[in-house]
């Protein structure tokens, strides 16, 4: 069983910068990370492959990267130039097989931008 562990949330201003850790007991070729805010969808913000190429969602672009460190099996979301509207619960998730869904998932951990 694949845990994951979210870290590194917090209440920043408008033009600030977090980045969020996602800590899983076993490397997984493809991970990505969704976000969530209330009265919305979740949404996939964005996603590394077994390739390691990596894909954005267009909110997102220019803004956000996501990287791993194998050696540590941590996924990574460096988020800059942060926006009221980036405000969310944002989860890190794995897929079991790179050709499947997302099956295991993190508890999130909780952005907040402020105007």
């Known amino acids: 069983q694949v845990q994951l562990v979210e870290s590194g949330g917090g209440s920043v201003q408008a033009g600030g910068s977090l980045r969020l850790s996602c800590a899983a007991t076993?490397?997984?070729?493809?991970m990505a990370w969704f976000r969530q805010a209330p009265g919305k969808e979740r949404e996939e913000v964005a996603a590394?492959?077994?390739?390691?190429?990596?894909s954005y969602a267009d909110a997102v672009k220019g803004r956000f990267i996501i990287s791993e460190d194998n050696a540590k099996n941590t996924l990574y979301l460096e988020m800059n130039s942060l926006k009221p509207e980036d405000t969310a619960m944002y989860y890190c998730?794995?897929?079991?097989?790179?050709?499947?869904?997302?099956?295991?998932w993190g508890q999130g951990t909780q952005v907040t931008v402020s105007s």
């Open positions: 590394i492959n077994s390739d390691g190429s990596t």
């Open positions: 998730a794995a897929r079991r097989l790179c050709s499947g869904g997302y099956v295991y």
């Open positions: 076993y490397r997984r070729a493809c």
